[in-house]
């Protein structure tokens, strides 16, 4: 069983910076970890995942070159880190794991997210 804990959302001022942490316990070798969030009546999206080997994917072209996923292995955390914040990026964000590689949706393990405000 796989546990996640996100930590490091807030309120921030547009253009602003975030970084988010996620902690996971359990076994979590070979498995891929990611970021998605939801803002309120809107569908859950990825905004990244990184695989074991350390390839990265991003989700909307609006968040690539102002993320960026990183991951340590050995502290077993993933992180995300957020620049340039805009409005628009309020939302809760959440953690995931999933066995095996890159997946845009597909994960088994989900952490209770972390609130990301970003005002204008």
């Known amino acids: 069983q796989v546990q996640l804990v996100e930590s490091g959302g807030g309120l921030v001022q547009a253009g602003g910076s975030l970084r988010l942490s996620c902690a996971a316990s359990?076994?979590?070798?070979?498995?891929?970890m990611a970021w998605f969030r939801q803002a309120p009546g809107k569908e859950r999206e990825l905004v990244a995942a990184?695989?074991?080997?350390?390839?990265?994917?991003y989700g909307a072209d609006s968040m690539k070159g102002r993320f960026t996923i990183s991951r340590d292995i050995a502290e077993n955390t993933v992180y995300l880190r957020m620049n340039s914040l805009k409005p628009e990026d309020t939302a809760n964000y959440y953690c995931?794991?999933?066995?095996?590689?890159?997946?845009?949706?597909?994960?088994?393990?989900w952490g209770q997210g972390t609130q990301v405000t970003v005002s204008s």
């Open positions: 995931a794991a999933r066995q095996g590689g890159l997946s845009t949706w597909k994960y088994a393990y």
């Open positions: 359990g076994r979590t070798y070979g498995y891929t």
């Open positions: 990184i695989s074991w080997s350390g390839v990265k994917i």
